[in-house]
């Protein structure tokens, strides 16, 4: 795939998608890593003195400009993470205030420009905005990976219009992840939790064929729990999806796929109620309660299953883990690769938002070979499909000779 190791890109006028969602709580950033991760293709691109236009998704806007999705919160910390000693912001994305900008600007400079989320045309995928905006640039660099799995604009529209390019953080993810999944060590486990089937049950299906367990938590697992004839109170099901499970199950069977699901969890009535938690076997679930995270014994099944393997890849917390105590399985297994990963033993990877925040909870990085910082887009690369924004990138047939 055509990336910034390919070209020599000088002088230009350059548009840098990167995903710069990043979670903001009481006017800090919590975690900065999607930050770090545009670094290197940022410093790349500053020593060859092109103008860069960063553009970023934040959050899901309702209205065209709402002050609280703005990303001009972001500047300090690119220009304290880029080390750069200035940075430009623009708040208008009409094409007479972009050109105004580049001509304002020096080579070597870098402007951010608003949430492009505030353009109803960014999520339509809107051919004339793509080309109004695109026509002030000479090349686009997608450096989001984490966002490349929708059909937008930035993601795919402008890549019709300019030469087009991978990032290095972009490179990266696919690099790390495609080593585990086109070349998986055996014997492996994948560890998915989550909330829902829906936005997994692709995923799963295709793990199946790669992975010799696979372990099934969160309030997912609920529904293959009641496929299984286990009643689970009050806890989420989606019961549509009951006959999907039972297919996935058997499939599973037939690859000769060991899955492991909860035998015993913890309950209470709600996720607020500290005063009536039961800690009981999945066959003694109160009717009146719902399931909050996996019990000690099925922490412990999990823990030693990941010993046996030498490669694992997990998604997902499996546990409200936001709450404590509710939290106990995802640590308890984060806690585990750790160990198992400090001699070697096994190679682990991680994606997803959630997985990414458990992981931290329990100090657990150094357990991983490569942690992703997608969530959507990394899901949709497990279920064995290219991301659009990375098919736009290989399928573009401009001429490159400019850049």
């Known amino acids: 795939m055509k990336n910034l190791n390919n070209f020599k890109i000088k002088n230009k006028k350059v548009l840098f998608r990167a995903d710069l969602n990043v979670p903001y709580f009481n006017g800090l950033v919590t975690d900065k890593s999607r930050i770090f991760s545009i670094k290197k293709s940022i410093k790349k691109l500053l020593s060859q003195k092109n103008k860069i236009f960063i553009i970023s998704h934040f959050g899901r806007p309702k209205d065209k400009h709402d002050k609280k999705f703005s990303l001009e919160f972001i500047c300090p910390y690119l220009k304290e993470i880029l ?4 940075i430009f912001f623009l708040n208008e994305f009409d094409s007479q205030s972009i050109n105004k900008k580049i001509n304002e600007m ?3 400079d870098i402007c951010l420009l608003e949430n492009i989320r505030f353009i109803p045309e960014e999520e339509k995928n809107d051919v004339n ?9 000479d090349v686009f660099v997608n450096d989001a990976f984490s966002a490349s799995h929708r059909l937008h604009s930035s993601i795919v529209g402008f890549a019709n219009f300019l030469p ?3 990032g290095y953080s972009l490179i990266d993810e696919i690099k790390n992840i495609d080593s585990f ?7 492996n486990i994948a560890i998915i939790g989550g909330s829902k089937i829906s936005t997994k049950i692709a995923a799963l299906n295709n793990l199946i064929e790669l992975f010799g367990t696979i372990v099934i938590g969160g309030a997912m697992s609920n529904t293959f729990l009641v496929a299984n004839g286990i009643k689970v109170g009050t806890s989420l099901v989606e019961k549509d999806l009951i006959d999907i499970a039972n297919k996935f199950l058997k499939k599973a069977k037939d690859f000769n796929c060991n899955i ?3 035998i015993d969890v913890i309950c209470s009535n709600n996720i607020n109620d500290k005063n009536n938690i039961r800690y009981c076997d999945v066959n003694k679930i109160s009717s009146n309660q719902m399931i909050l995270d996996l019990g000690k014994k099925t922490s412990k099944i999990i823990c030693n299953e990941i010993t046996k393997n030498k490669m694992l890849l997990w998604n997902g917390p499996l546990g409200a883990f936001e709450f404590k105590p509710f939290d106990q399985s995802t640590l308890d297994v984060a806690s585990a690769i750790k160990t198992h990963s400090k001699n070697k033993e096994i190679q682990a ?3 997803g938002g959630d997985t990414i925040s ?3 909870l329990a100090k657990a990085e150094k357990g991983f070979k490569y942690i992703s910082n997608a969530g959507g887009a990394f899901l949709e690369w497990l279920e064995g499909n290219e991301s659009p924004g990375v098919i736009a990138i290989k399928e573009n047939n401009l001429d490159y000779s400019s850049i």
């Open 181 to 187: 999944l086109l070349n998986p060590k055996i014997p």
């Open 106 to 108: 020096s080579f070597g």
């Open 164 to 166: 087009a390019v991978a």
């Open 260 to 262: 492991i699901l909860p």
């Open 358 to 360: 458990s992981i931290k």
């Open 349 to 351: 990877i991680a994606g």
């Open 83 to 86: 080390e750069i000693k200035k």
């Open 129 to 137: 905005f793509s080309k109004e905006i695109t026509k002030f640039f």
